[in-house]
């Protein structure tokens, strides 16, 4: 018996090339596509110069060479110095500073409300779980502006005034002018060591001393925060129920606490669904604080709304707060979205 040498696999033949063709699906994709996108630039186009005629014709001026001019106006609150002999690019950037902080400290407080309300709705103690879903009721079913209105009114119509503000501990003063507060200064040496905390100190004709928070920014802040929270809750509850019972019999039988199974099993495990949704209301509330003109904060919209007054330029003033807005809603949801796969990897 003779034996044969194993006969080696046969290599896969080369793909060869193929030349354009319109009956390949993916060819006459890319070319649709390739026409959408030239027809969509050209629109675009065509409105731009259809504009500037428009504007050319009623004598009206378009360019940005007025961020370069003098603002001519004082901005209340800022986090950057600021008067009125600077440039509107620069009042712009005060009113972008504003709104990144009414964003980012309305997320903070609707994601931990948000998420105290949703287990709340999931607690054993029905009174609990009545005031969590009564919460939840009211603030989503009233309209966003009537909140903002009902916080900004509750601050400068009930609380005491200025000299006869509410005091804690001599360290935190609340009254019709806000929220004063201890906070760092230095001593103008420019060295750390030279820094200190100032104590806010009730005068004779109001507060002197430390940081303030006016009441437009706490009004804005809790009526963002508090109307988001309701649906972040929602989300929490939602997510928490998606986990299979299974999961949760399985972590209790082997002696887990429910404090325990919901850190340790559920709360993994409903995070994949809770990110995309809350992501939604992390964009709703970045793009809602544009209310906040309507109670007198100085933010983006209400920057831009005294720009244009002054310059007239309102394609250009339109065009900043929807470059804005869109930027800041790409860069959360990247940030979300680069959450979301850590999340999807650490459950592999």
Not at 56 to 74: E, M, P, Y
Not at 276 to 305: C, E, F, M, R, W
Not at 319 to 324: G, Y
Request: include cysteine; proline fraction near 5%.
């Amino acid at each position: 018996m003779t034996l044969r040498a194993p006969v080696p696999p046969r290599a896969p033949p080369a793909r060869r090339h193929r030349a354009w063709s319109w009956r390949s699906p993916a060819a006459r994709a890319l070319l649709w596509q390739a026409l959408a996108l030239a027809g969509l630039l050209a629109a675009l186009l065509w409105l731009v110069h259809n504009t500037q005629l428009n504007m050319a014709a009623r004598g009206i001026q378009s360019g940005w060479d007025f961020l370069g001019q003098t603002a001519g106006f004082d901005i209340g609150e800022q986090l950057i110095a600021f008067d009125a002999g600077d440039s509107l690019a620069r009042a712009f950037l005060v009113g972008l500073l504003n709104t990144l902080r009414v964003a980012l400290l309305g997320i903070l407080l609707c994601t931990l409300l948000g998420t105290l309300v949703g287990l709340g709705q999931l607690a054993r103690n029905g009174l609990l779980r009545g005031l969590c879903r009564a919460y939840v009721e009211l603030f989503r079913n009233v309209p966003l502006l009537v909140q903002l209105l009902v916080w900004y009114l509750l601050l400068v119509e009930y609380l005491p005034d200025a000299d006869a503000a509410w005091s804690w501990r001599e360290a935190l003063f609340l009254s019709k002018a806000g929220l004063a507060f201890p906070a760092l200064v230095a001593d103008g040496t420019g060295s750390w060591s030279a820094w200190h905390w100032e104590l806010p100190a009730l005068q004779a004709f109001g507060i002197e001393g430390g940081a303030a928070l006016s009441p437009e920014f706490i009004a804005v802040t809790l009526g963002l925060g508090c109307y988001t929270a309701a649906f972040v809750a929602e989300v929490v509850r939602a997510g928490i129920k998606s986990v299979p019972s299974g999961q949760i019999e399985a972590a209790q039988s082997i002696g887990l606490s429910r404090r325990q199974t919901l850190r340790l099993v559920t709360a993994p495990l409903a995070l994949r669904v809770i990110l995309p949704p809350l992501t939604n209301q992390y964009l709703n509330l970045t793009k809602n604080s544009s209310l906040a003109v309507a109670i007198g904060y100085p933010d983006l919209v209400s920057i831009a709304n005294t720009t244009l007054n002054q310059t007239g330029r309102a394609v250009e003033c339109i065009a900043v707060i929807m470059l804005v807005y869109l930027a800041l809603s790409l860069l959360t949801a990247a940030l979300m979205a680069i959450l979301n796969r850590r999340v999807a990897l650490k459950e592999r």
